[in-house]
């Protein structure tokens, strides 16, 4: 993301008409009347799609097909189920962020001194980084720091040099602006919000899980006590990488905007970060990056009591490439599942699939998907909230576009702590990009707690 020289004029002329203020995205916290006509159409929606829904299952019950006025019908709620669905979204995340500490009554940051001053000289580098005083500011703002991020707070290079990179090095990040990306990263990654997140000080971060417990049994007073079976330990160590964002503006605008910096920095950074992630977290390979939960060994049918641990269980839909044709397949997904894990257990998926979820009835005909009227609820289905995750697969042959289970027992992220930026002003002459990076790893952290749907006949 930047801004090109095209874009410089009218940028300005724009900072001028506003008095020079930046135009942030972020807006005032939603008021109820924004809610309640949110809440209000998506029931309206929902009814409609409801009604469509049960017009499609009876002209195939007597025509044995559907008409494309009702199929287009269908579609053209569901877009609009799905556009409700969002500006919901937008509400929530309004009204999280509104509520964060740290934030004062007109939106403020409460800061120490020695935050406001590490954040401000960073700032003035990312802007004129060859000014000496903006230097040794910023020089000793790091020190501030240092007990949390090691050294002296620069970073420290190889004796191979890099061409295209910077040779003034990099900085680590201001502690509160790392923290805004952080939770703008978990506002748009789906997976953060419902994993295990650890903090962890090195790359080399284990776990150890009890796989089959200890033995158990009884004995009368007075009787001898034989020794029980001990319990196996399995080890899980997430596989890390590097994730960074490469923004990038023109000198021009760094020179003469008077556009908020840090602002851009954060909503950037935040939004290439939890992209990068969330598809890593569902489908990454391990490769210099997380292990996500579909890219472990390969599933099986296989039930908890025999499986290898780090496997998961799939249940196979009854269909070559379609979703099933019954509800039943849910159910055996959910009870494959051990009580303890059904608990606190959800469906992750993509809109796509979430749509023909919607149109699942059970034997009362009644539908097993309800939407959420309530601001900070997700929708549900079969009485579990549903988390919307778009790097999921879409259905096709042997794809795995639905899970389910407690993804909290079940998927470890692990955040290597520290944030660090390099200004680079060398590679494209007349751009300066801004590189951020953070190391960041995942792994399956318990495979019994996750099931999956497999789209196959067996």
Same mark, same amino acid.
């Given at each position: 993301m930047y801004l090109n020289h095209k874009d410089f004029l009218a940028f300005r002329a724009k900072m001028a008409a506003?008095?020079?203020?930046?135009?942030?995205?972020?807006?005032s916290a939603p008021s109820l009347a924004d809610i309640a006509r949110t809440m209000d159409s998506l029931g309206t929606a929902v009814e409609a799609h409801r009604k469509a829904t049960d017009e499609r299952i009876a002209e195939l019950k007597k025509l044995g097909t559907v008409t494309p006025e009702t199929e287009?019908?269908?579609?053209?709620?569901?877009?609009?189920l799905d556009q409700l669905a969002e500006i919901k979204k937008q509400l929530e995340l309004m009204q999280t962020r509104a509520s964060r500490p740290g934030i004062g009554a007109n939106g403020e940051r409460e800061d120490s001194p020695q935050a406001r001053e590490h954040r401000e000289a960073l700032i003035g580098w990312m802007r004129n980084p060859?000014?000496?005083?903006?230097?040794?500011?910023?020089?000793?703002?790091?020190?501030?720091?240092?007990?949390?991020?090691?050294?002296?707070?620069?970073?420290?290079?190889?004796a191979q040099v890099i061409t295209t990179t910077n040779t003034a090095g990099g900085f680590a990040l201001p502690e509160q602006i790392e923290r805004q990306i952080a939770r703008l990263s978990v506002d748009i990654s789906p997976i953060r919000q419902i994993a295990t997140v650890r903090q962890v000080g090195t790359s080399d971060y284990k776990e150890l899980f009890d796989v089959n417990g200890v033995a158990f049994g009884w004995i009368a007073e007075g009787s001898t006590r034989t020794q029980t079976n001990t319990s196996d330990l399995a080890e899980r160590a997430p596989t890390m990488g590097t994730g960074y964002a490469y923004p990038q503006t023109t000198e021009e605008a760094m020179d003469d905007l008077m556009f908020n910096v840090e602002a851009w920095l954060i909503e950037t950074a935040s939004e290439a970060i939890a992209a990068g992630e969330g598809n890593s977290?569902?489908?990454?390979?391990?490769? @210099?990056? /997380?292990?996500? =939960?579909?890219?472990?060994?390969?599933?099986?049918?296989?039930? %908890?009591?025999?499986r290898a641990f780090g496997t998961l269980q799939y249940i196979a839909g009854g269909q070559a490439a379609a979703m099933p044709t019954s509800p039943d397949v849910f159910y055996d997904m959910i009870y494959a599942a051990r009580a303890r894990y059904r608990a606190n257990a959800r469906w992750v998926t993509s809109k796509a699939v979430l749509a023909q979820l919607r149109k699942y009835k059970d034997t009362t005909n009644q539908y097993l998907w309800?939407?959420?009227?309530?601001?900070?609820?997700?929708?549900?289905?079969?009485?579990?909230?549903?988390?919307?995750?778009?790097?999921?697969?879409?259905?096709?042959?042997? @794809?795995? /576009?639905?899970? =389910?289970?407690?993804?909290?027992?079940?998927?470890?992220?692990? %955040?290597?702590?520290?944030?660090r930026i390099t200004r680079d002003e060398i590679t494209q002459p007349g751009f300066i990009r801004f590189h951020i990076r953070k190391r960041v790893g995942g792994i399956i952290r318990n495979s019994q707690a996750i099931k999956l749907l497999r789209i196959s006949a067996t």
């Open positions: 506003s008095g020079g203020v930046y135009e942030k995205r972020e807006t287009a019908k269908l579609a053209k709620i569901d877009t609009a060859s000014e000496p005083e903006r230097q040794q500011r910023l020089h000793k703002a790091q020190k501030d720091v240092a007990a949390k991020i090691g050294g002296d707070g620069w970073e420290s290079r190889a977290f569902v489908s990454g390979n391990g490769t @210099a990056r /997380p292990t996500g =939960f579909l890219n472990g060994p390969t599933p099986v049918t296989t039930a %908890d009591a025999s309800q939407p959420s009227l309530i601001v900070g609820q997700p929708d549900s289905f079969m009485g579990f909230p549903v988390t919307e995750a778009e790097d999921m697969p879409a259905v096709a042959a042997n @794809a795995f /576009p639905l899970a =389910f289970g407690d993804f909290r027992e079940g998927y470890l992220v692990v %955040d290597r702590v520290g944030m």
